[in-house]
């Protein structure tokens, strides 16, 4: 049985689907004429599944896509096939295929109707959620964008049989990130069923991404417009952006390593028992996921400048989300040194 959440925000509403079938897609469509939006993976394993709909434009896959250029490219097909205001746009496919199709509908005439159907594990809890769509400008992540709520997220768990094992751990990473900050009690769930959720086990996702869902959406809900509790979302994410641009790592890699040294950081200040450090190392491994790496030296410079770039843009202090325990995050202000010290002890040289 699919679940539904309506999330009701500022910039729209939108209902979420979890567990539903492609097949009944239509039921949502309302006899629109659709055009869709995907990328050469997704369209290369699932075409049959959605020639049949409309009209499809392919994108390129991999991040490197998410450019202005593309969005341009895309606006003259959609004028080539004649769309128009009442057409509705589908973007079928990871982040990158939704943070596009987002941001285009959202301005080709100043705005069409649009909806998701998420086909990697990362798109299903997060990339999808929330409403922000946009692309990068100049190698800056996700610059130029809006908030904008699509009319539905149709979550069909069969598209993550075909994701290879990375693509699934990326999508791991961030739920464990949600449980993490709020909820202790899908930790517990994801320390006991490690081995069913990586199994993809159909009941088990359906419980673990519809509480992921849910803490997204309750925390964007009070926050749409990323002022200050979304900031949560960003556990892990600070030192992990930094860890992207130094190393050829995945980003859900990334993110294990910056929990790790946010709960590292979280012990040091007295905010976190280290027993419970420790259980978000074991869970981090349990999802194959890395909780240390070998840093060289040269490197290590690169890791420390975009922190220390952070640093410069609030003065002396840098925001870094840390944990109380397993369940309970909270924002606080850090020294540049502090960071430092956390960053040097993770990484061995
Ligand atoms: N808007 C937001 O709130 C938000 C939040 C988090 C991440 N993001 C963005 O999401 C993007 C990352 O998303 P992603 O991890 O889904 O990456 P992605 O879209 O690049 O997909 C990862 C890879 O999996 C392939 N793929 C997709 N579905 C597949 C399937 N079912 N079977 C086999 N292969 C499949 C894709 O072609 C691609 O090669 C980033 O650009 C990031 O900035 C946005
Ligand atoms: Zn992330």
Same mark, same amino acid.
């Given at each position: 049985m699919s679940q539904k959440i309506d999330f009701c925000g500022e910039t729209g509403r939108c209902q979420i689907l979890i567990d539903e079938s492609m097949s009944q897609l239509s039921a949502y469509l309302a006899g629109q004429e659709i055009i869709i939006i995907t990328d050469d993976n %997704?369209? $290369?394993?699932? #075409? &049959?599944? !959605?020639t049949p709909a409309g009209d499809v434009i392919i994108l390129q896959s991999g991040e490197g896509t998410k450019t202005l250029l593309t969005v341009e490219s895309i606006y003259r097909q959609l004028l080539r096939v004649s769309a128009d205001r009442s057409t509705f746009i589908l973007g079928i496919g990871g982040g990158v295929v939704s943070d596009i199709t987002g941001f285009v509908a959202s301005t080709f005439m100043r705005g069409l109707r649009f909806g @998701? %159907?998420?086909?990697t594990l990362l798109a299903q809890v997060d990339a999808a959620i929330g409403g922000k769509n946009g692309v990068n400008l100049d190698g800056y992540k996700n610059m130029i964008g809006v908030v904008n709520q699509p009319d539905f997220v149709l979550i069909d768990f069969s598209f993550l049989k075909t994701l290879p094992a990375k693509e699934l751990v990326n999508g791991f990473s961030e739920i464990i990130k949600c449980a993490a900050i709020t909820s202790r009690d899908l930790f517990e769930l994801l320390e006991k069923e490690s081995e069913r959720a990586l199994r993809l086990d159909n009941d088990l996702l359906r419980r673990i991404v519809d509480e992921t869902v849910r803490i997204k959406t309750a925390i964007v809900s009070l926050d749409e417009k990323d002022m200050g509790q979304r900031k949560k979302l960003n556990f892990g994410h600070t030192f992990a952006h930094a860890l992207e641009k130094a190393y050829r790592i995945t980003h859900g890699e990334a993110v294990s390593l910056g929990m790790i040294l946010a709960a590292n950081l979280s012990v040091k200040k007295n905010m +976190?028992?280290?027993? *419970?450090? #420790? $259980?978000? $190392?074991? +869970? +981090? &491994?349990? @999802?194959? +996921?890395?909780i240390s790496m070998k840093v060289d030296c040269d490197k290590r410079d690169r890791i420390v400048e975009p922190v220390r770039q952070d640093k410069k843009k609030s003065g002396q202090m840098i925001d870094f989300v840390l944990l109380k325990s397993i369940g309970e995050a909270s924002v606080e202000r850090l020294s !540049? #040194? *502090? %960071? *430092? *010290?956390?960053?040097d002890d993770l990484c061995e040289s």
């Open positions: %997704v369209n $290369r394993l699932y #075409s &049959q599944l !959605f @998701f %159907v998420p086909t +976190l028992a280290e027993a *419970e450090a #420790s $259980r978000i $190392r074991k +869970l +981090l &491994q349990k @999802f194959n +996921l890395p !540049f #040194s *502090e %960071v *430092e *010290e956390a960053i």
